[in-house]
């Protein structure tokens, strides 16, 4: 009997009658002899009211606690789903992450999953029943419960897909795929129909709000084929037709045709970049500057250094905009006496624009062309930096918009 993974997110699950449709749909599958597993989110805009209320008592909140809390929404969403299901007639139970248990580190709020024991679930499905398993949360060695973080769901359907060696992840949104780029940007925008995980993974990373980065890093490394489909369509549409509806996100190795030289174009505004200017030149200066940063945990994107001049550079790099302060707060007690740099300063009025096509490993003329296009719409580009398959830009935050339509038209997505 074939085993399926299903993730609805929190607009999915955004309703009593939302609820009722997931589990019609999953009842749908159930009847055609998959055995179905469940991981929803929160209802949509729980976990934001829950964490509100704790900073309506603190700013700084202890992070443990924050998790006691935020855990709560998915919580209340396997019991409603669990429910829902019983009372069309089937059977279903559903745990939280402590109880099947997921395993994960102690990084509170940004927890890593480590181990998930399968043999309850298992167990569960023999007996014929719809499991059902909170999403975005675990518990560590030391029984406290943690979170993953903001998409964290995405990732606790892939690690049990994983885990139980599932057929498929289906991941239910508000969207019906993963399209060339945001069709609220570029209206010709286009579905994709299949997508790698290198290429998925790298759109993720860029900006691309579809998946959450970590539950394609599970997706690649356990090779989970996963489908990213819409949850707004009839729940009673034939489940041949929705099997086969939304984007796959699969193996390179699976593709017999020739790649798109370019798959999409990814954007990204969450991103702030920091200068530390005037800092000598000379070897460890990096580590000393990135050091205590990633010791703050927290997350170094783009990185470049300017030509030397006088034995002295500039060093930039960005990081996630919600860290700008907290950075720059480490760098100017830790790290500018130290280093003795001239100045450190922070800006949020940029963006981060990509290309991004497993093609381009067999074309030539990609940074030539994505360069042009840019430059003709008078963009001026302030970093650059690239991998085999992506080459990203950042620019100023008023032009992305711009920059994505023209390259969108550039490289020919829209047909």
């Not at 500018?336 to 497993?358: F, L, N, P, R, Y």
Request: proline residues 2%; contains cysteine; hydrophobic residues 40%.
């Amino acid at each position: 009997m074939s085993l399926i993974v299903h993730k609805y997110g929190g607009t999915s699950m955004g309703s009593i009658e939302r609820i009722k449709n997931v589990a019609r749909r999953i009842a749908k599958w159930q009847k055609a002899g998959y055995q179905v597993v469940v991981v929803p989110s929160a209802m949509s805009g729980e976990t934001n009211r829950l964490l509100g209320l704790a900073r309506e008592i603190s700013d700084r909140a202890d992070p443990r606690e924050l998790d006691q809390i935020a855990s709560t929404g998915e919580q209340v969403s396997v019991g409603l789903l669990a429910i829902a299901l019983q009372a069309i007639g089937v059977k279903a139970k559903s745990y939280t992450g402590w109880q099947v248990p997921v395993t994960t580190n102690s990084a509170y709020t940004k927890a890593r999953i480590e181990s998930i024991d399968d043999a309850r679930v298992r167990r569960d499905l023999a007996e014929g029943a719809v499991v059902v398993i909170t999403g975005f949360q675990g518990i560590d060695a030391h029984q406290n419960i943690t979170t993953l973080g903001r998409g964290g769901s995405d990732t606790s359907a892939v690690a049990v897909a994983a885990a139980l060696k599932a057929d498929e992840c289906l991941i239910y949104t508000d969207v019906d795929g993963v399209y060339t780029t945001d069709p609220r940007i570029v209206p010709e925008a286009k579905r994709l129909e299949k997508v790698t995980f290198e290429e998925m993974l790298e759109m993720a990373s860029l900006g691309s709000k579809v998946l959450q980065i970590r539950s394609v890093e599970f997706a690649g490394k356990y090779k989970v084929k996963t489908r990213v489909l819409s949850s707004l369509t009839d729940p009673e549409m034939p489940l041949a037709e929705e099997a086969a509806s939304g984007t796959l996100i699969t193996y390179e190795e699976d593709e017999t045709m020739e790649q798109a030289v370019i798959s999409g174009i990814a954007f990204n505004r969450d991103e702030a970049k920091i200068t530390v200017a005037g800092v000598p030149d000379r070897p460890g200066i990096a580590y000393k500057i990135l050091g205590p940063v990633a010791e703050a945990n927290i997350d170094v994107d783009m990185i470049i250094q300017n030509v030397s001049h006088d034995g002295q550079t500039d060093f930039s790099f960005t990081v996630h905009r919600n860290e700008l302060d907290k950075a720059l707060d480490v760098l100017k007690s830790k790290v500018q006496g130290e280093i003795q740099a001239k100045a450190i300063t922070g800006a949020k009025d940029i963006c981060k624009v990509s290309v991004v096509g497993i093609g381009m490993r067999s074309h030539v003329g990609i940074a030539s062309q994505m360069f042009e296009t840019l430059a003709k719409e008078g963009i001026n580009i302030q970093m650059i930096s690239t991998s085999e398959i992506k080459i990203s830009v950042v620019i100023d935050d008023k032009y992305m918009e711009l920059a994505v339509r023209a390259l969108h038209k550039a490289f020919g997505l829209e047909s």
